[in-house]
């Protein structure tokens, strides 16, 4: 089997569970945007997704796209947007900005200002969405709710004028019971909500939650966004 033939089988197969879980929410499909995550993947799979009409794409390094996206066609390129959906240190923003289209893991006030300036440079307004921190884990990354950094960072968000603040993510915790998978998502719609009530002038109608395991939990919840790469491209071979 081809390797867009893969893709398009898992792609088919894809669509139908996302379909059948906004049919279970009492949902549109298309209120539910889906970023093909293609971090580790070669750019060939890339084209190759592309090829079958997807447009949003998920990366996890700077690096690595920036590698990437110099194999790509510029048709190909422009056909696309992709997103940064992996921890973003406040030195590389600059790198980061000129790089993608979008930024889904703004966790901080000075990378907000980091990006904000690279952005102001390059003449563009760029997308971010803040990423939440739900679960108890570690390795987790993003902004505690109700803590001291969410609230500046909130206030200072509409001065900003190169972000465009239009929501928010997070990542489940792994292995745990379906309920509190359900829960975590369910907090951050909530979550969005208060903000929205207390910040008029944000704008936050983006949910970015859930990935290949638990995207019908998310739907089930208000994702608008889901992130899903391993049912799409398959399993992922990371370097040793």
Partial sequence: ??????????????????????RAANRPRA???LVAVSKTHPAAAIVEAVGLRLHIFGENRVQEFAAKSAELPPDVRRQMRVHLIGHLQSNKAAKAVEVFDALDTLDSLKLAERL??????????MPVLLEIKLSHEESKAGIVPDSAELAELLERLPSLSNLDAQGLMTIAPLDVPEDETRACFRNLRLLRDRISAAHPRLNLPVLSMGMSGDFALAIAEGATRIRVGTALFGRREYPA
């Fill in 1 to 22: 089997m081809t390797e867009q033939a893969e893709i398009r089988n898992n792609l088919t197969r894809l669509e139908d569970s996302i379909s059948a879980a906004c």
């Fill in 31 to 33: 209120e539910v945007e």
């Fill in 116 to 125: 904000n300036e690279a952005a102001l440079s390059l003449g563009k307004r």
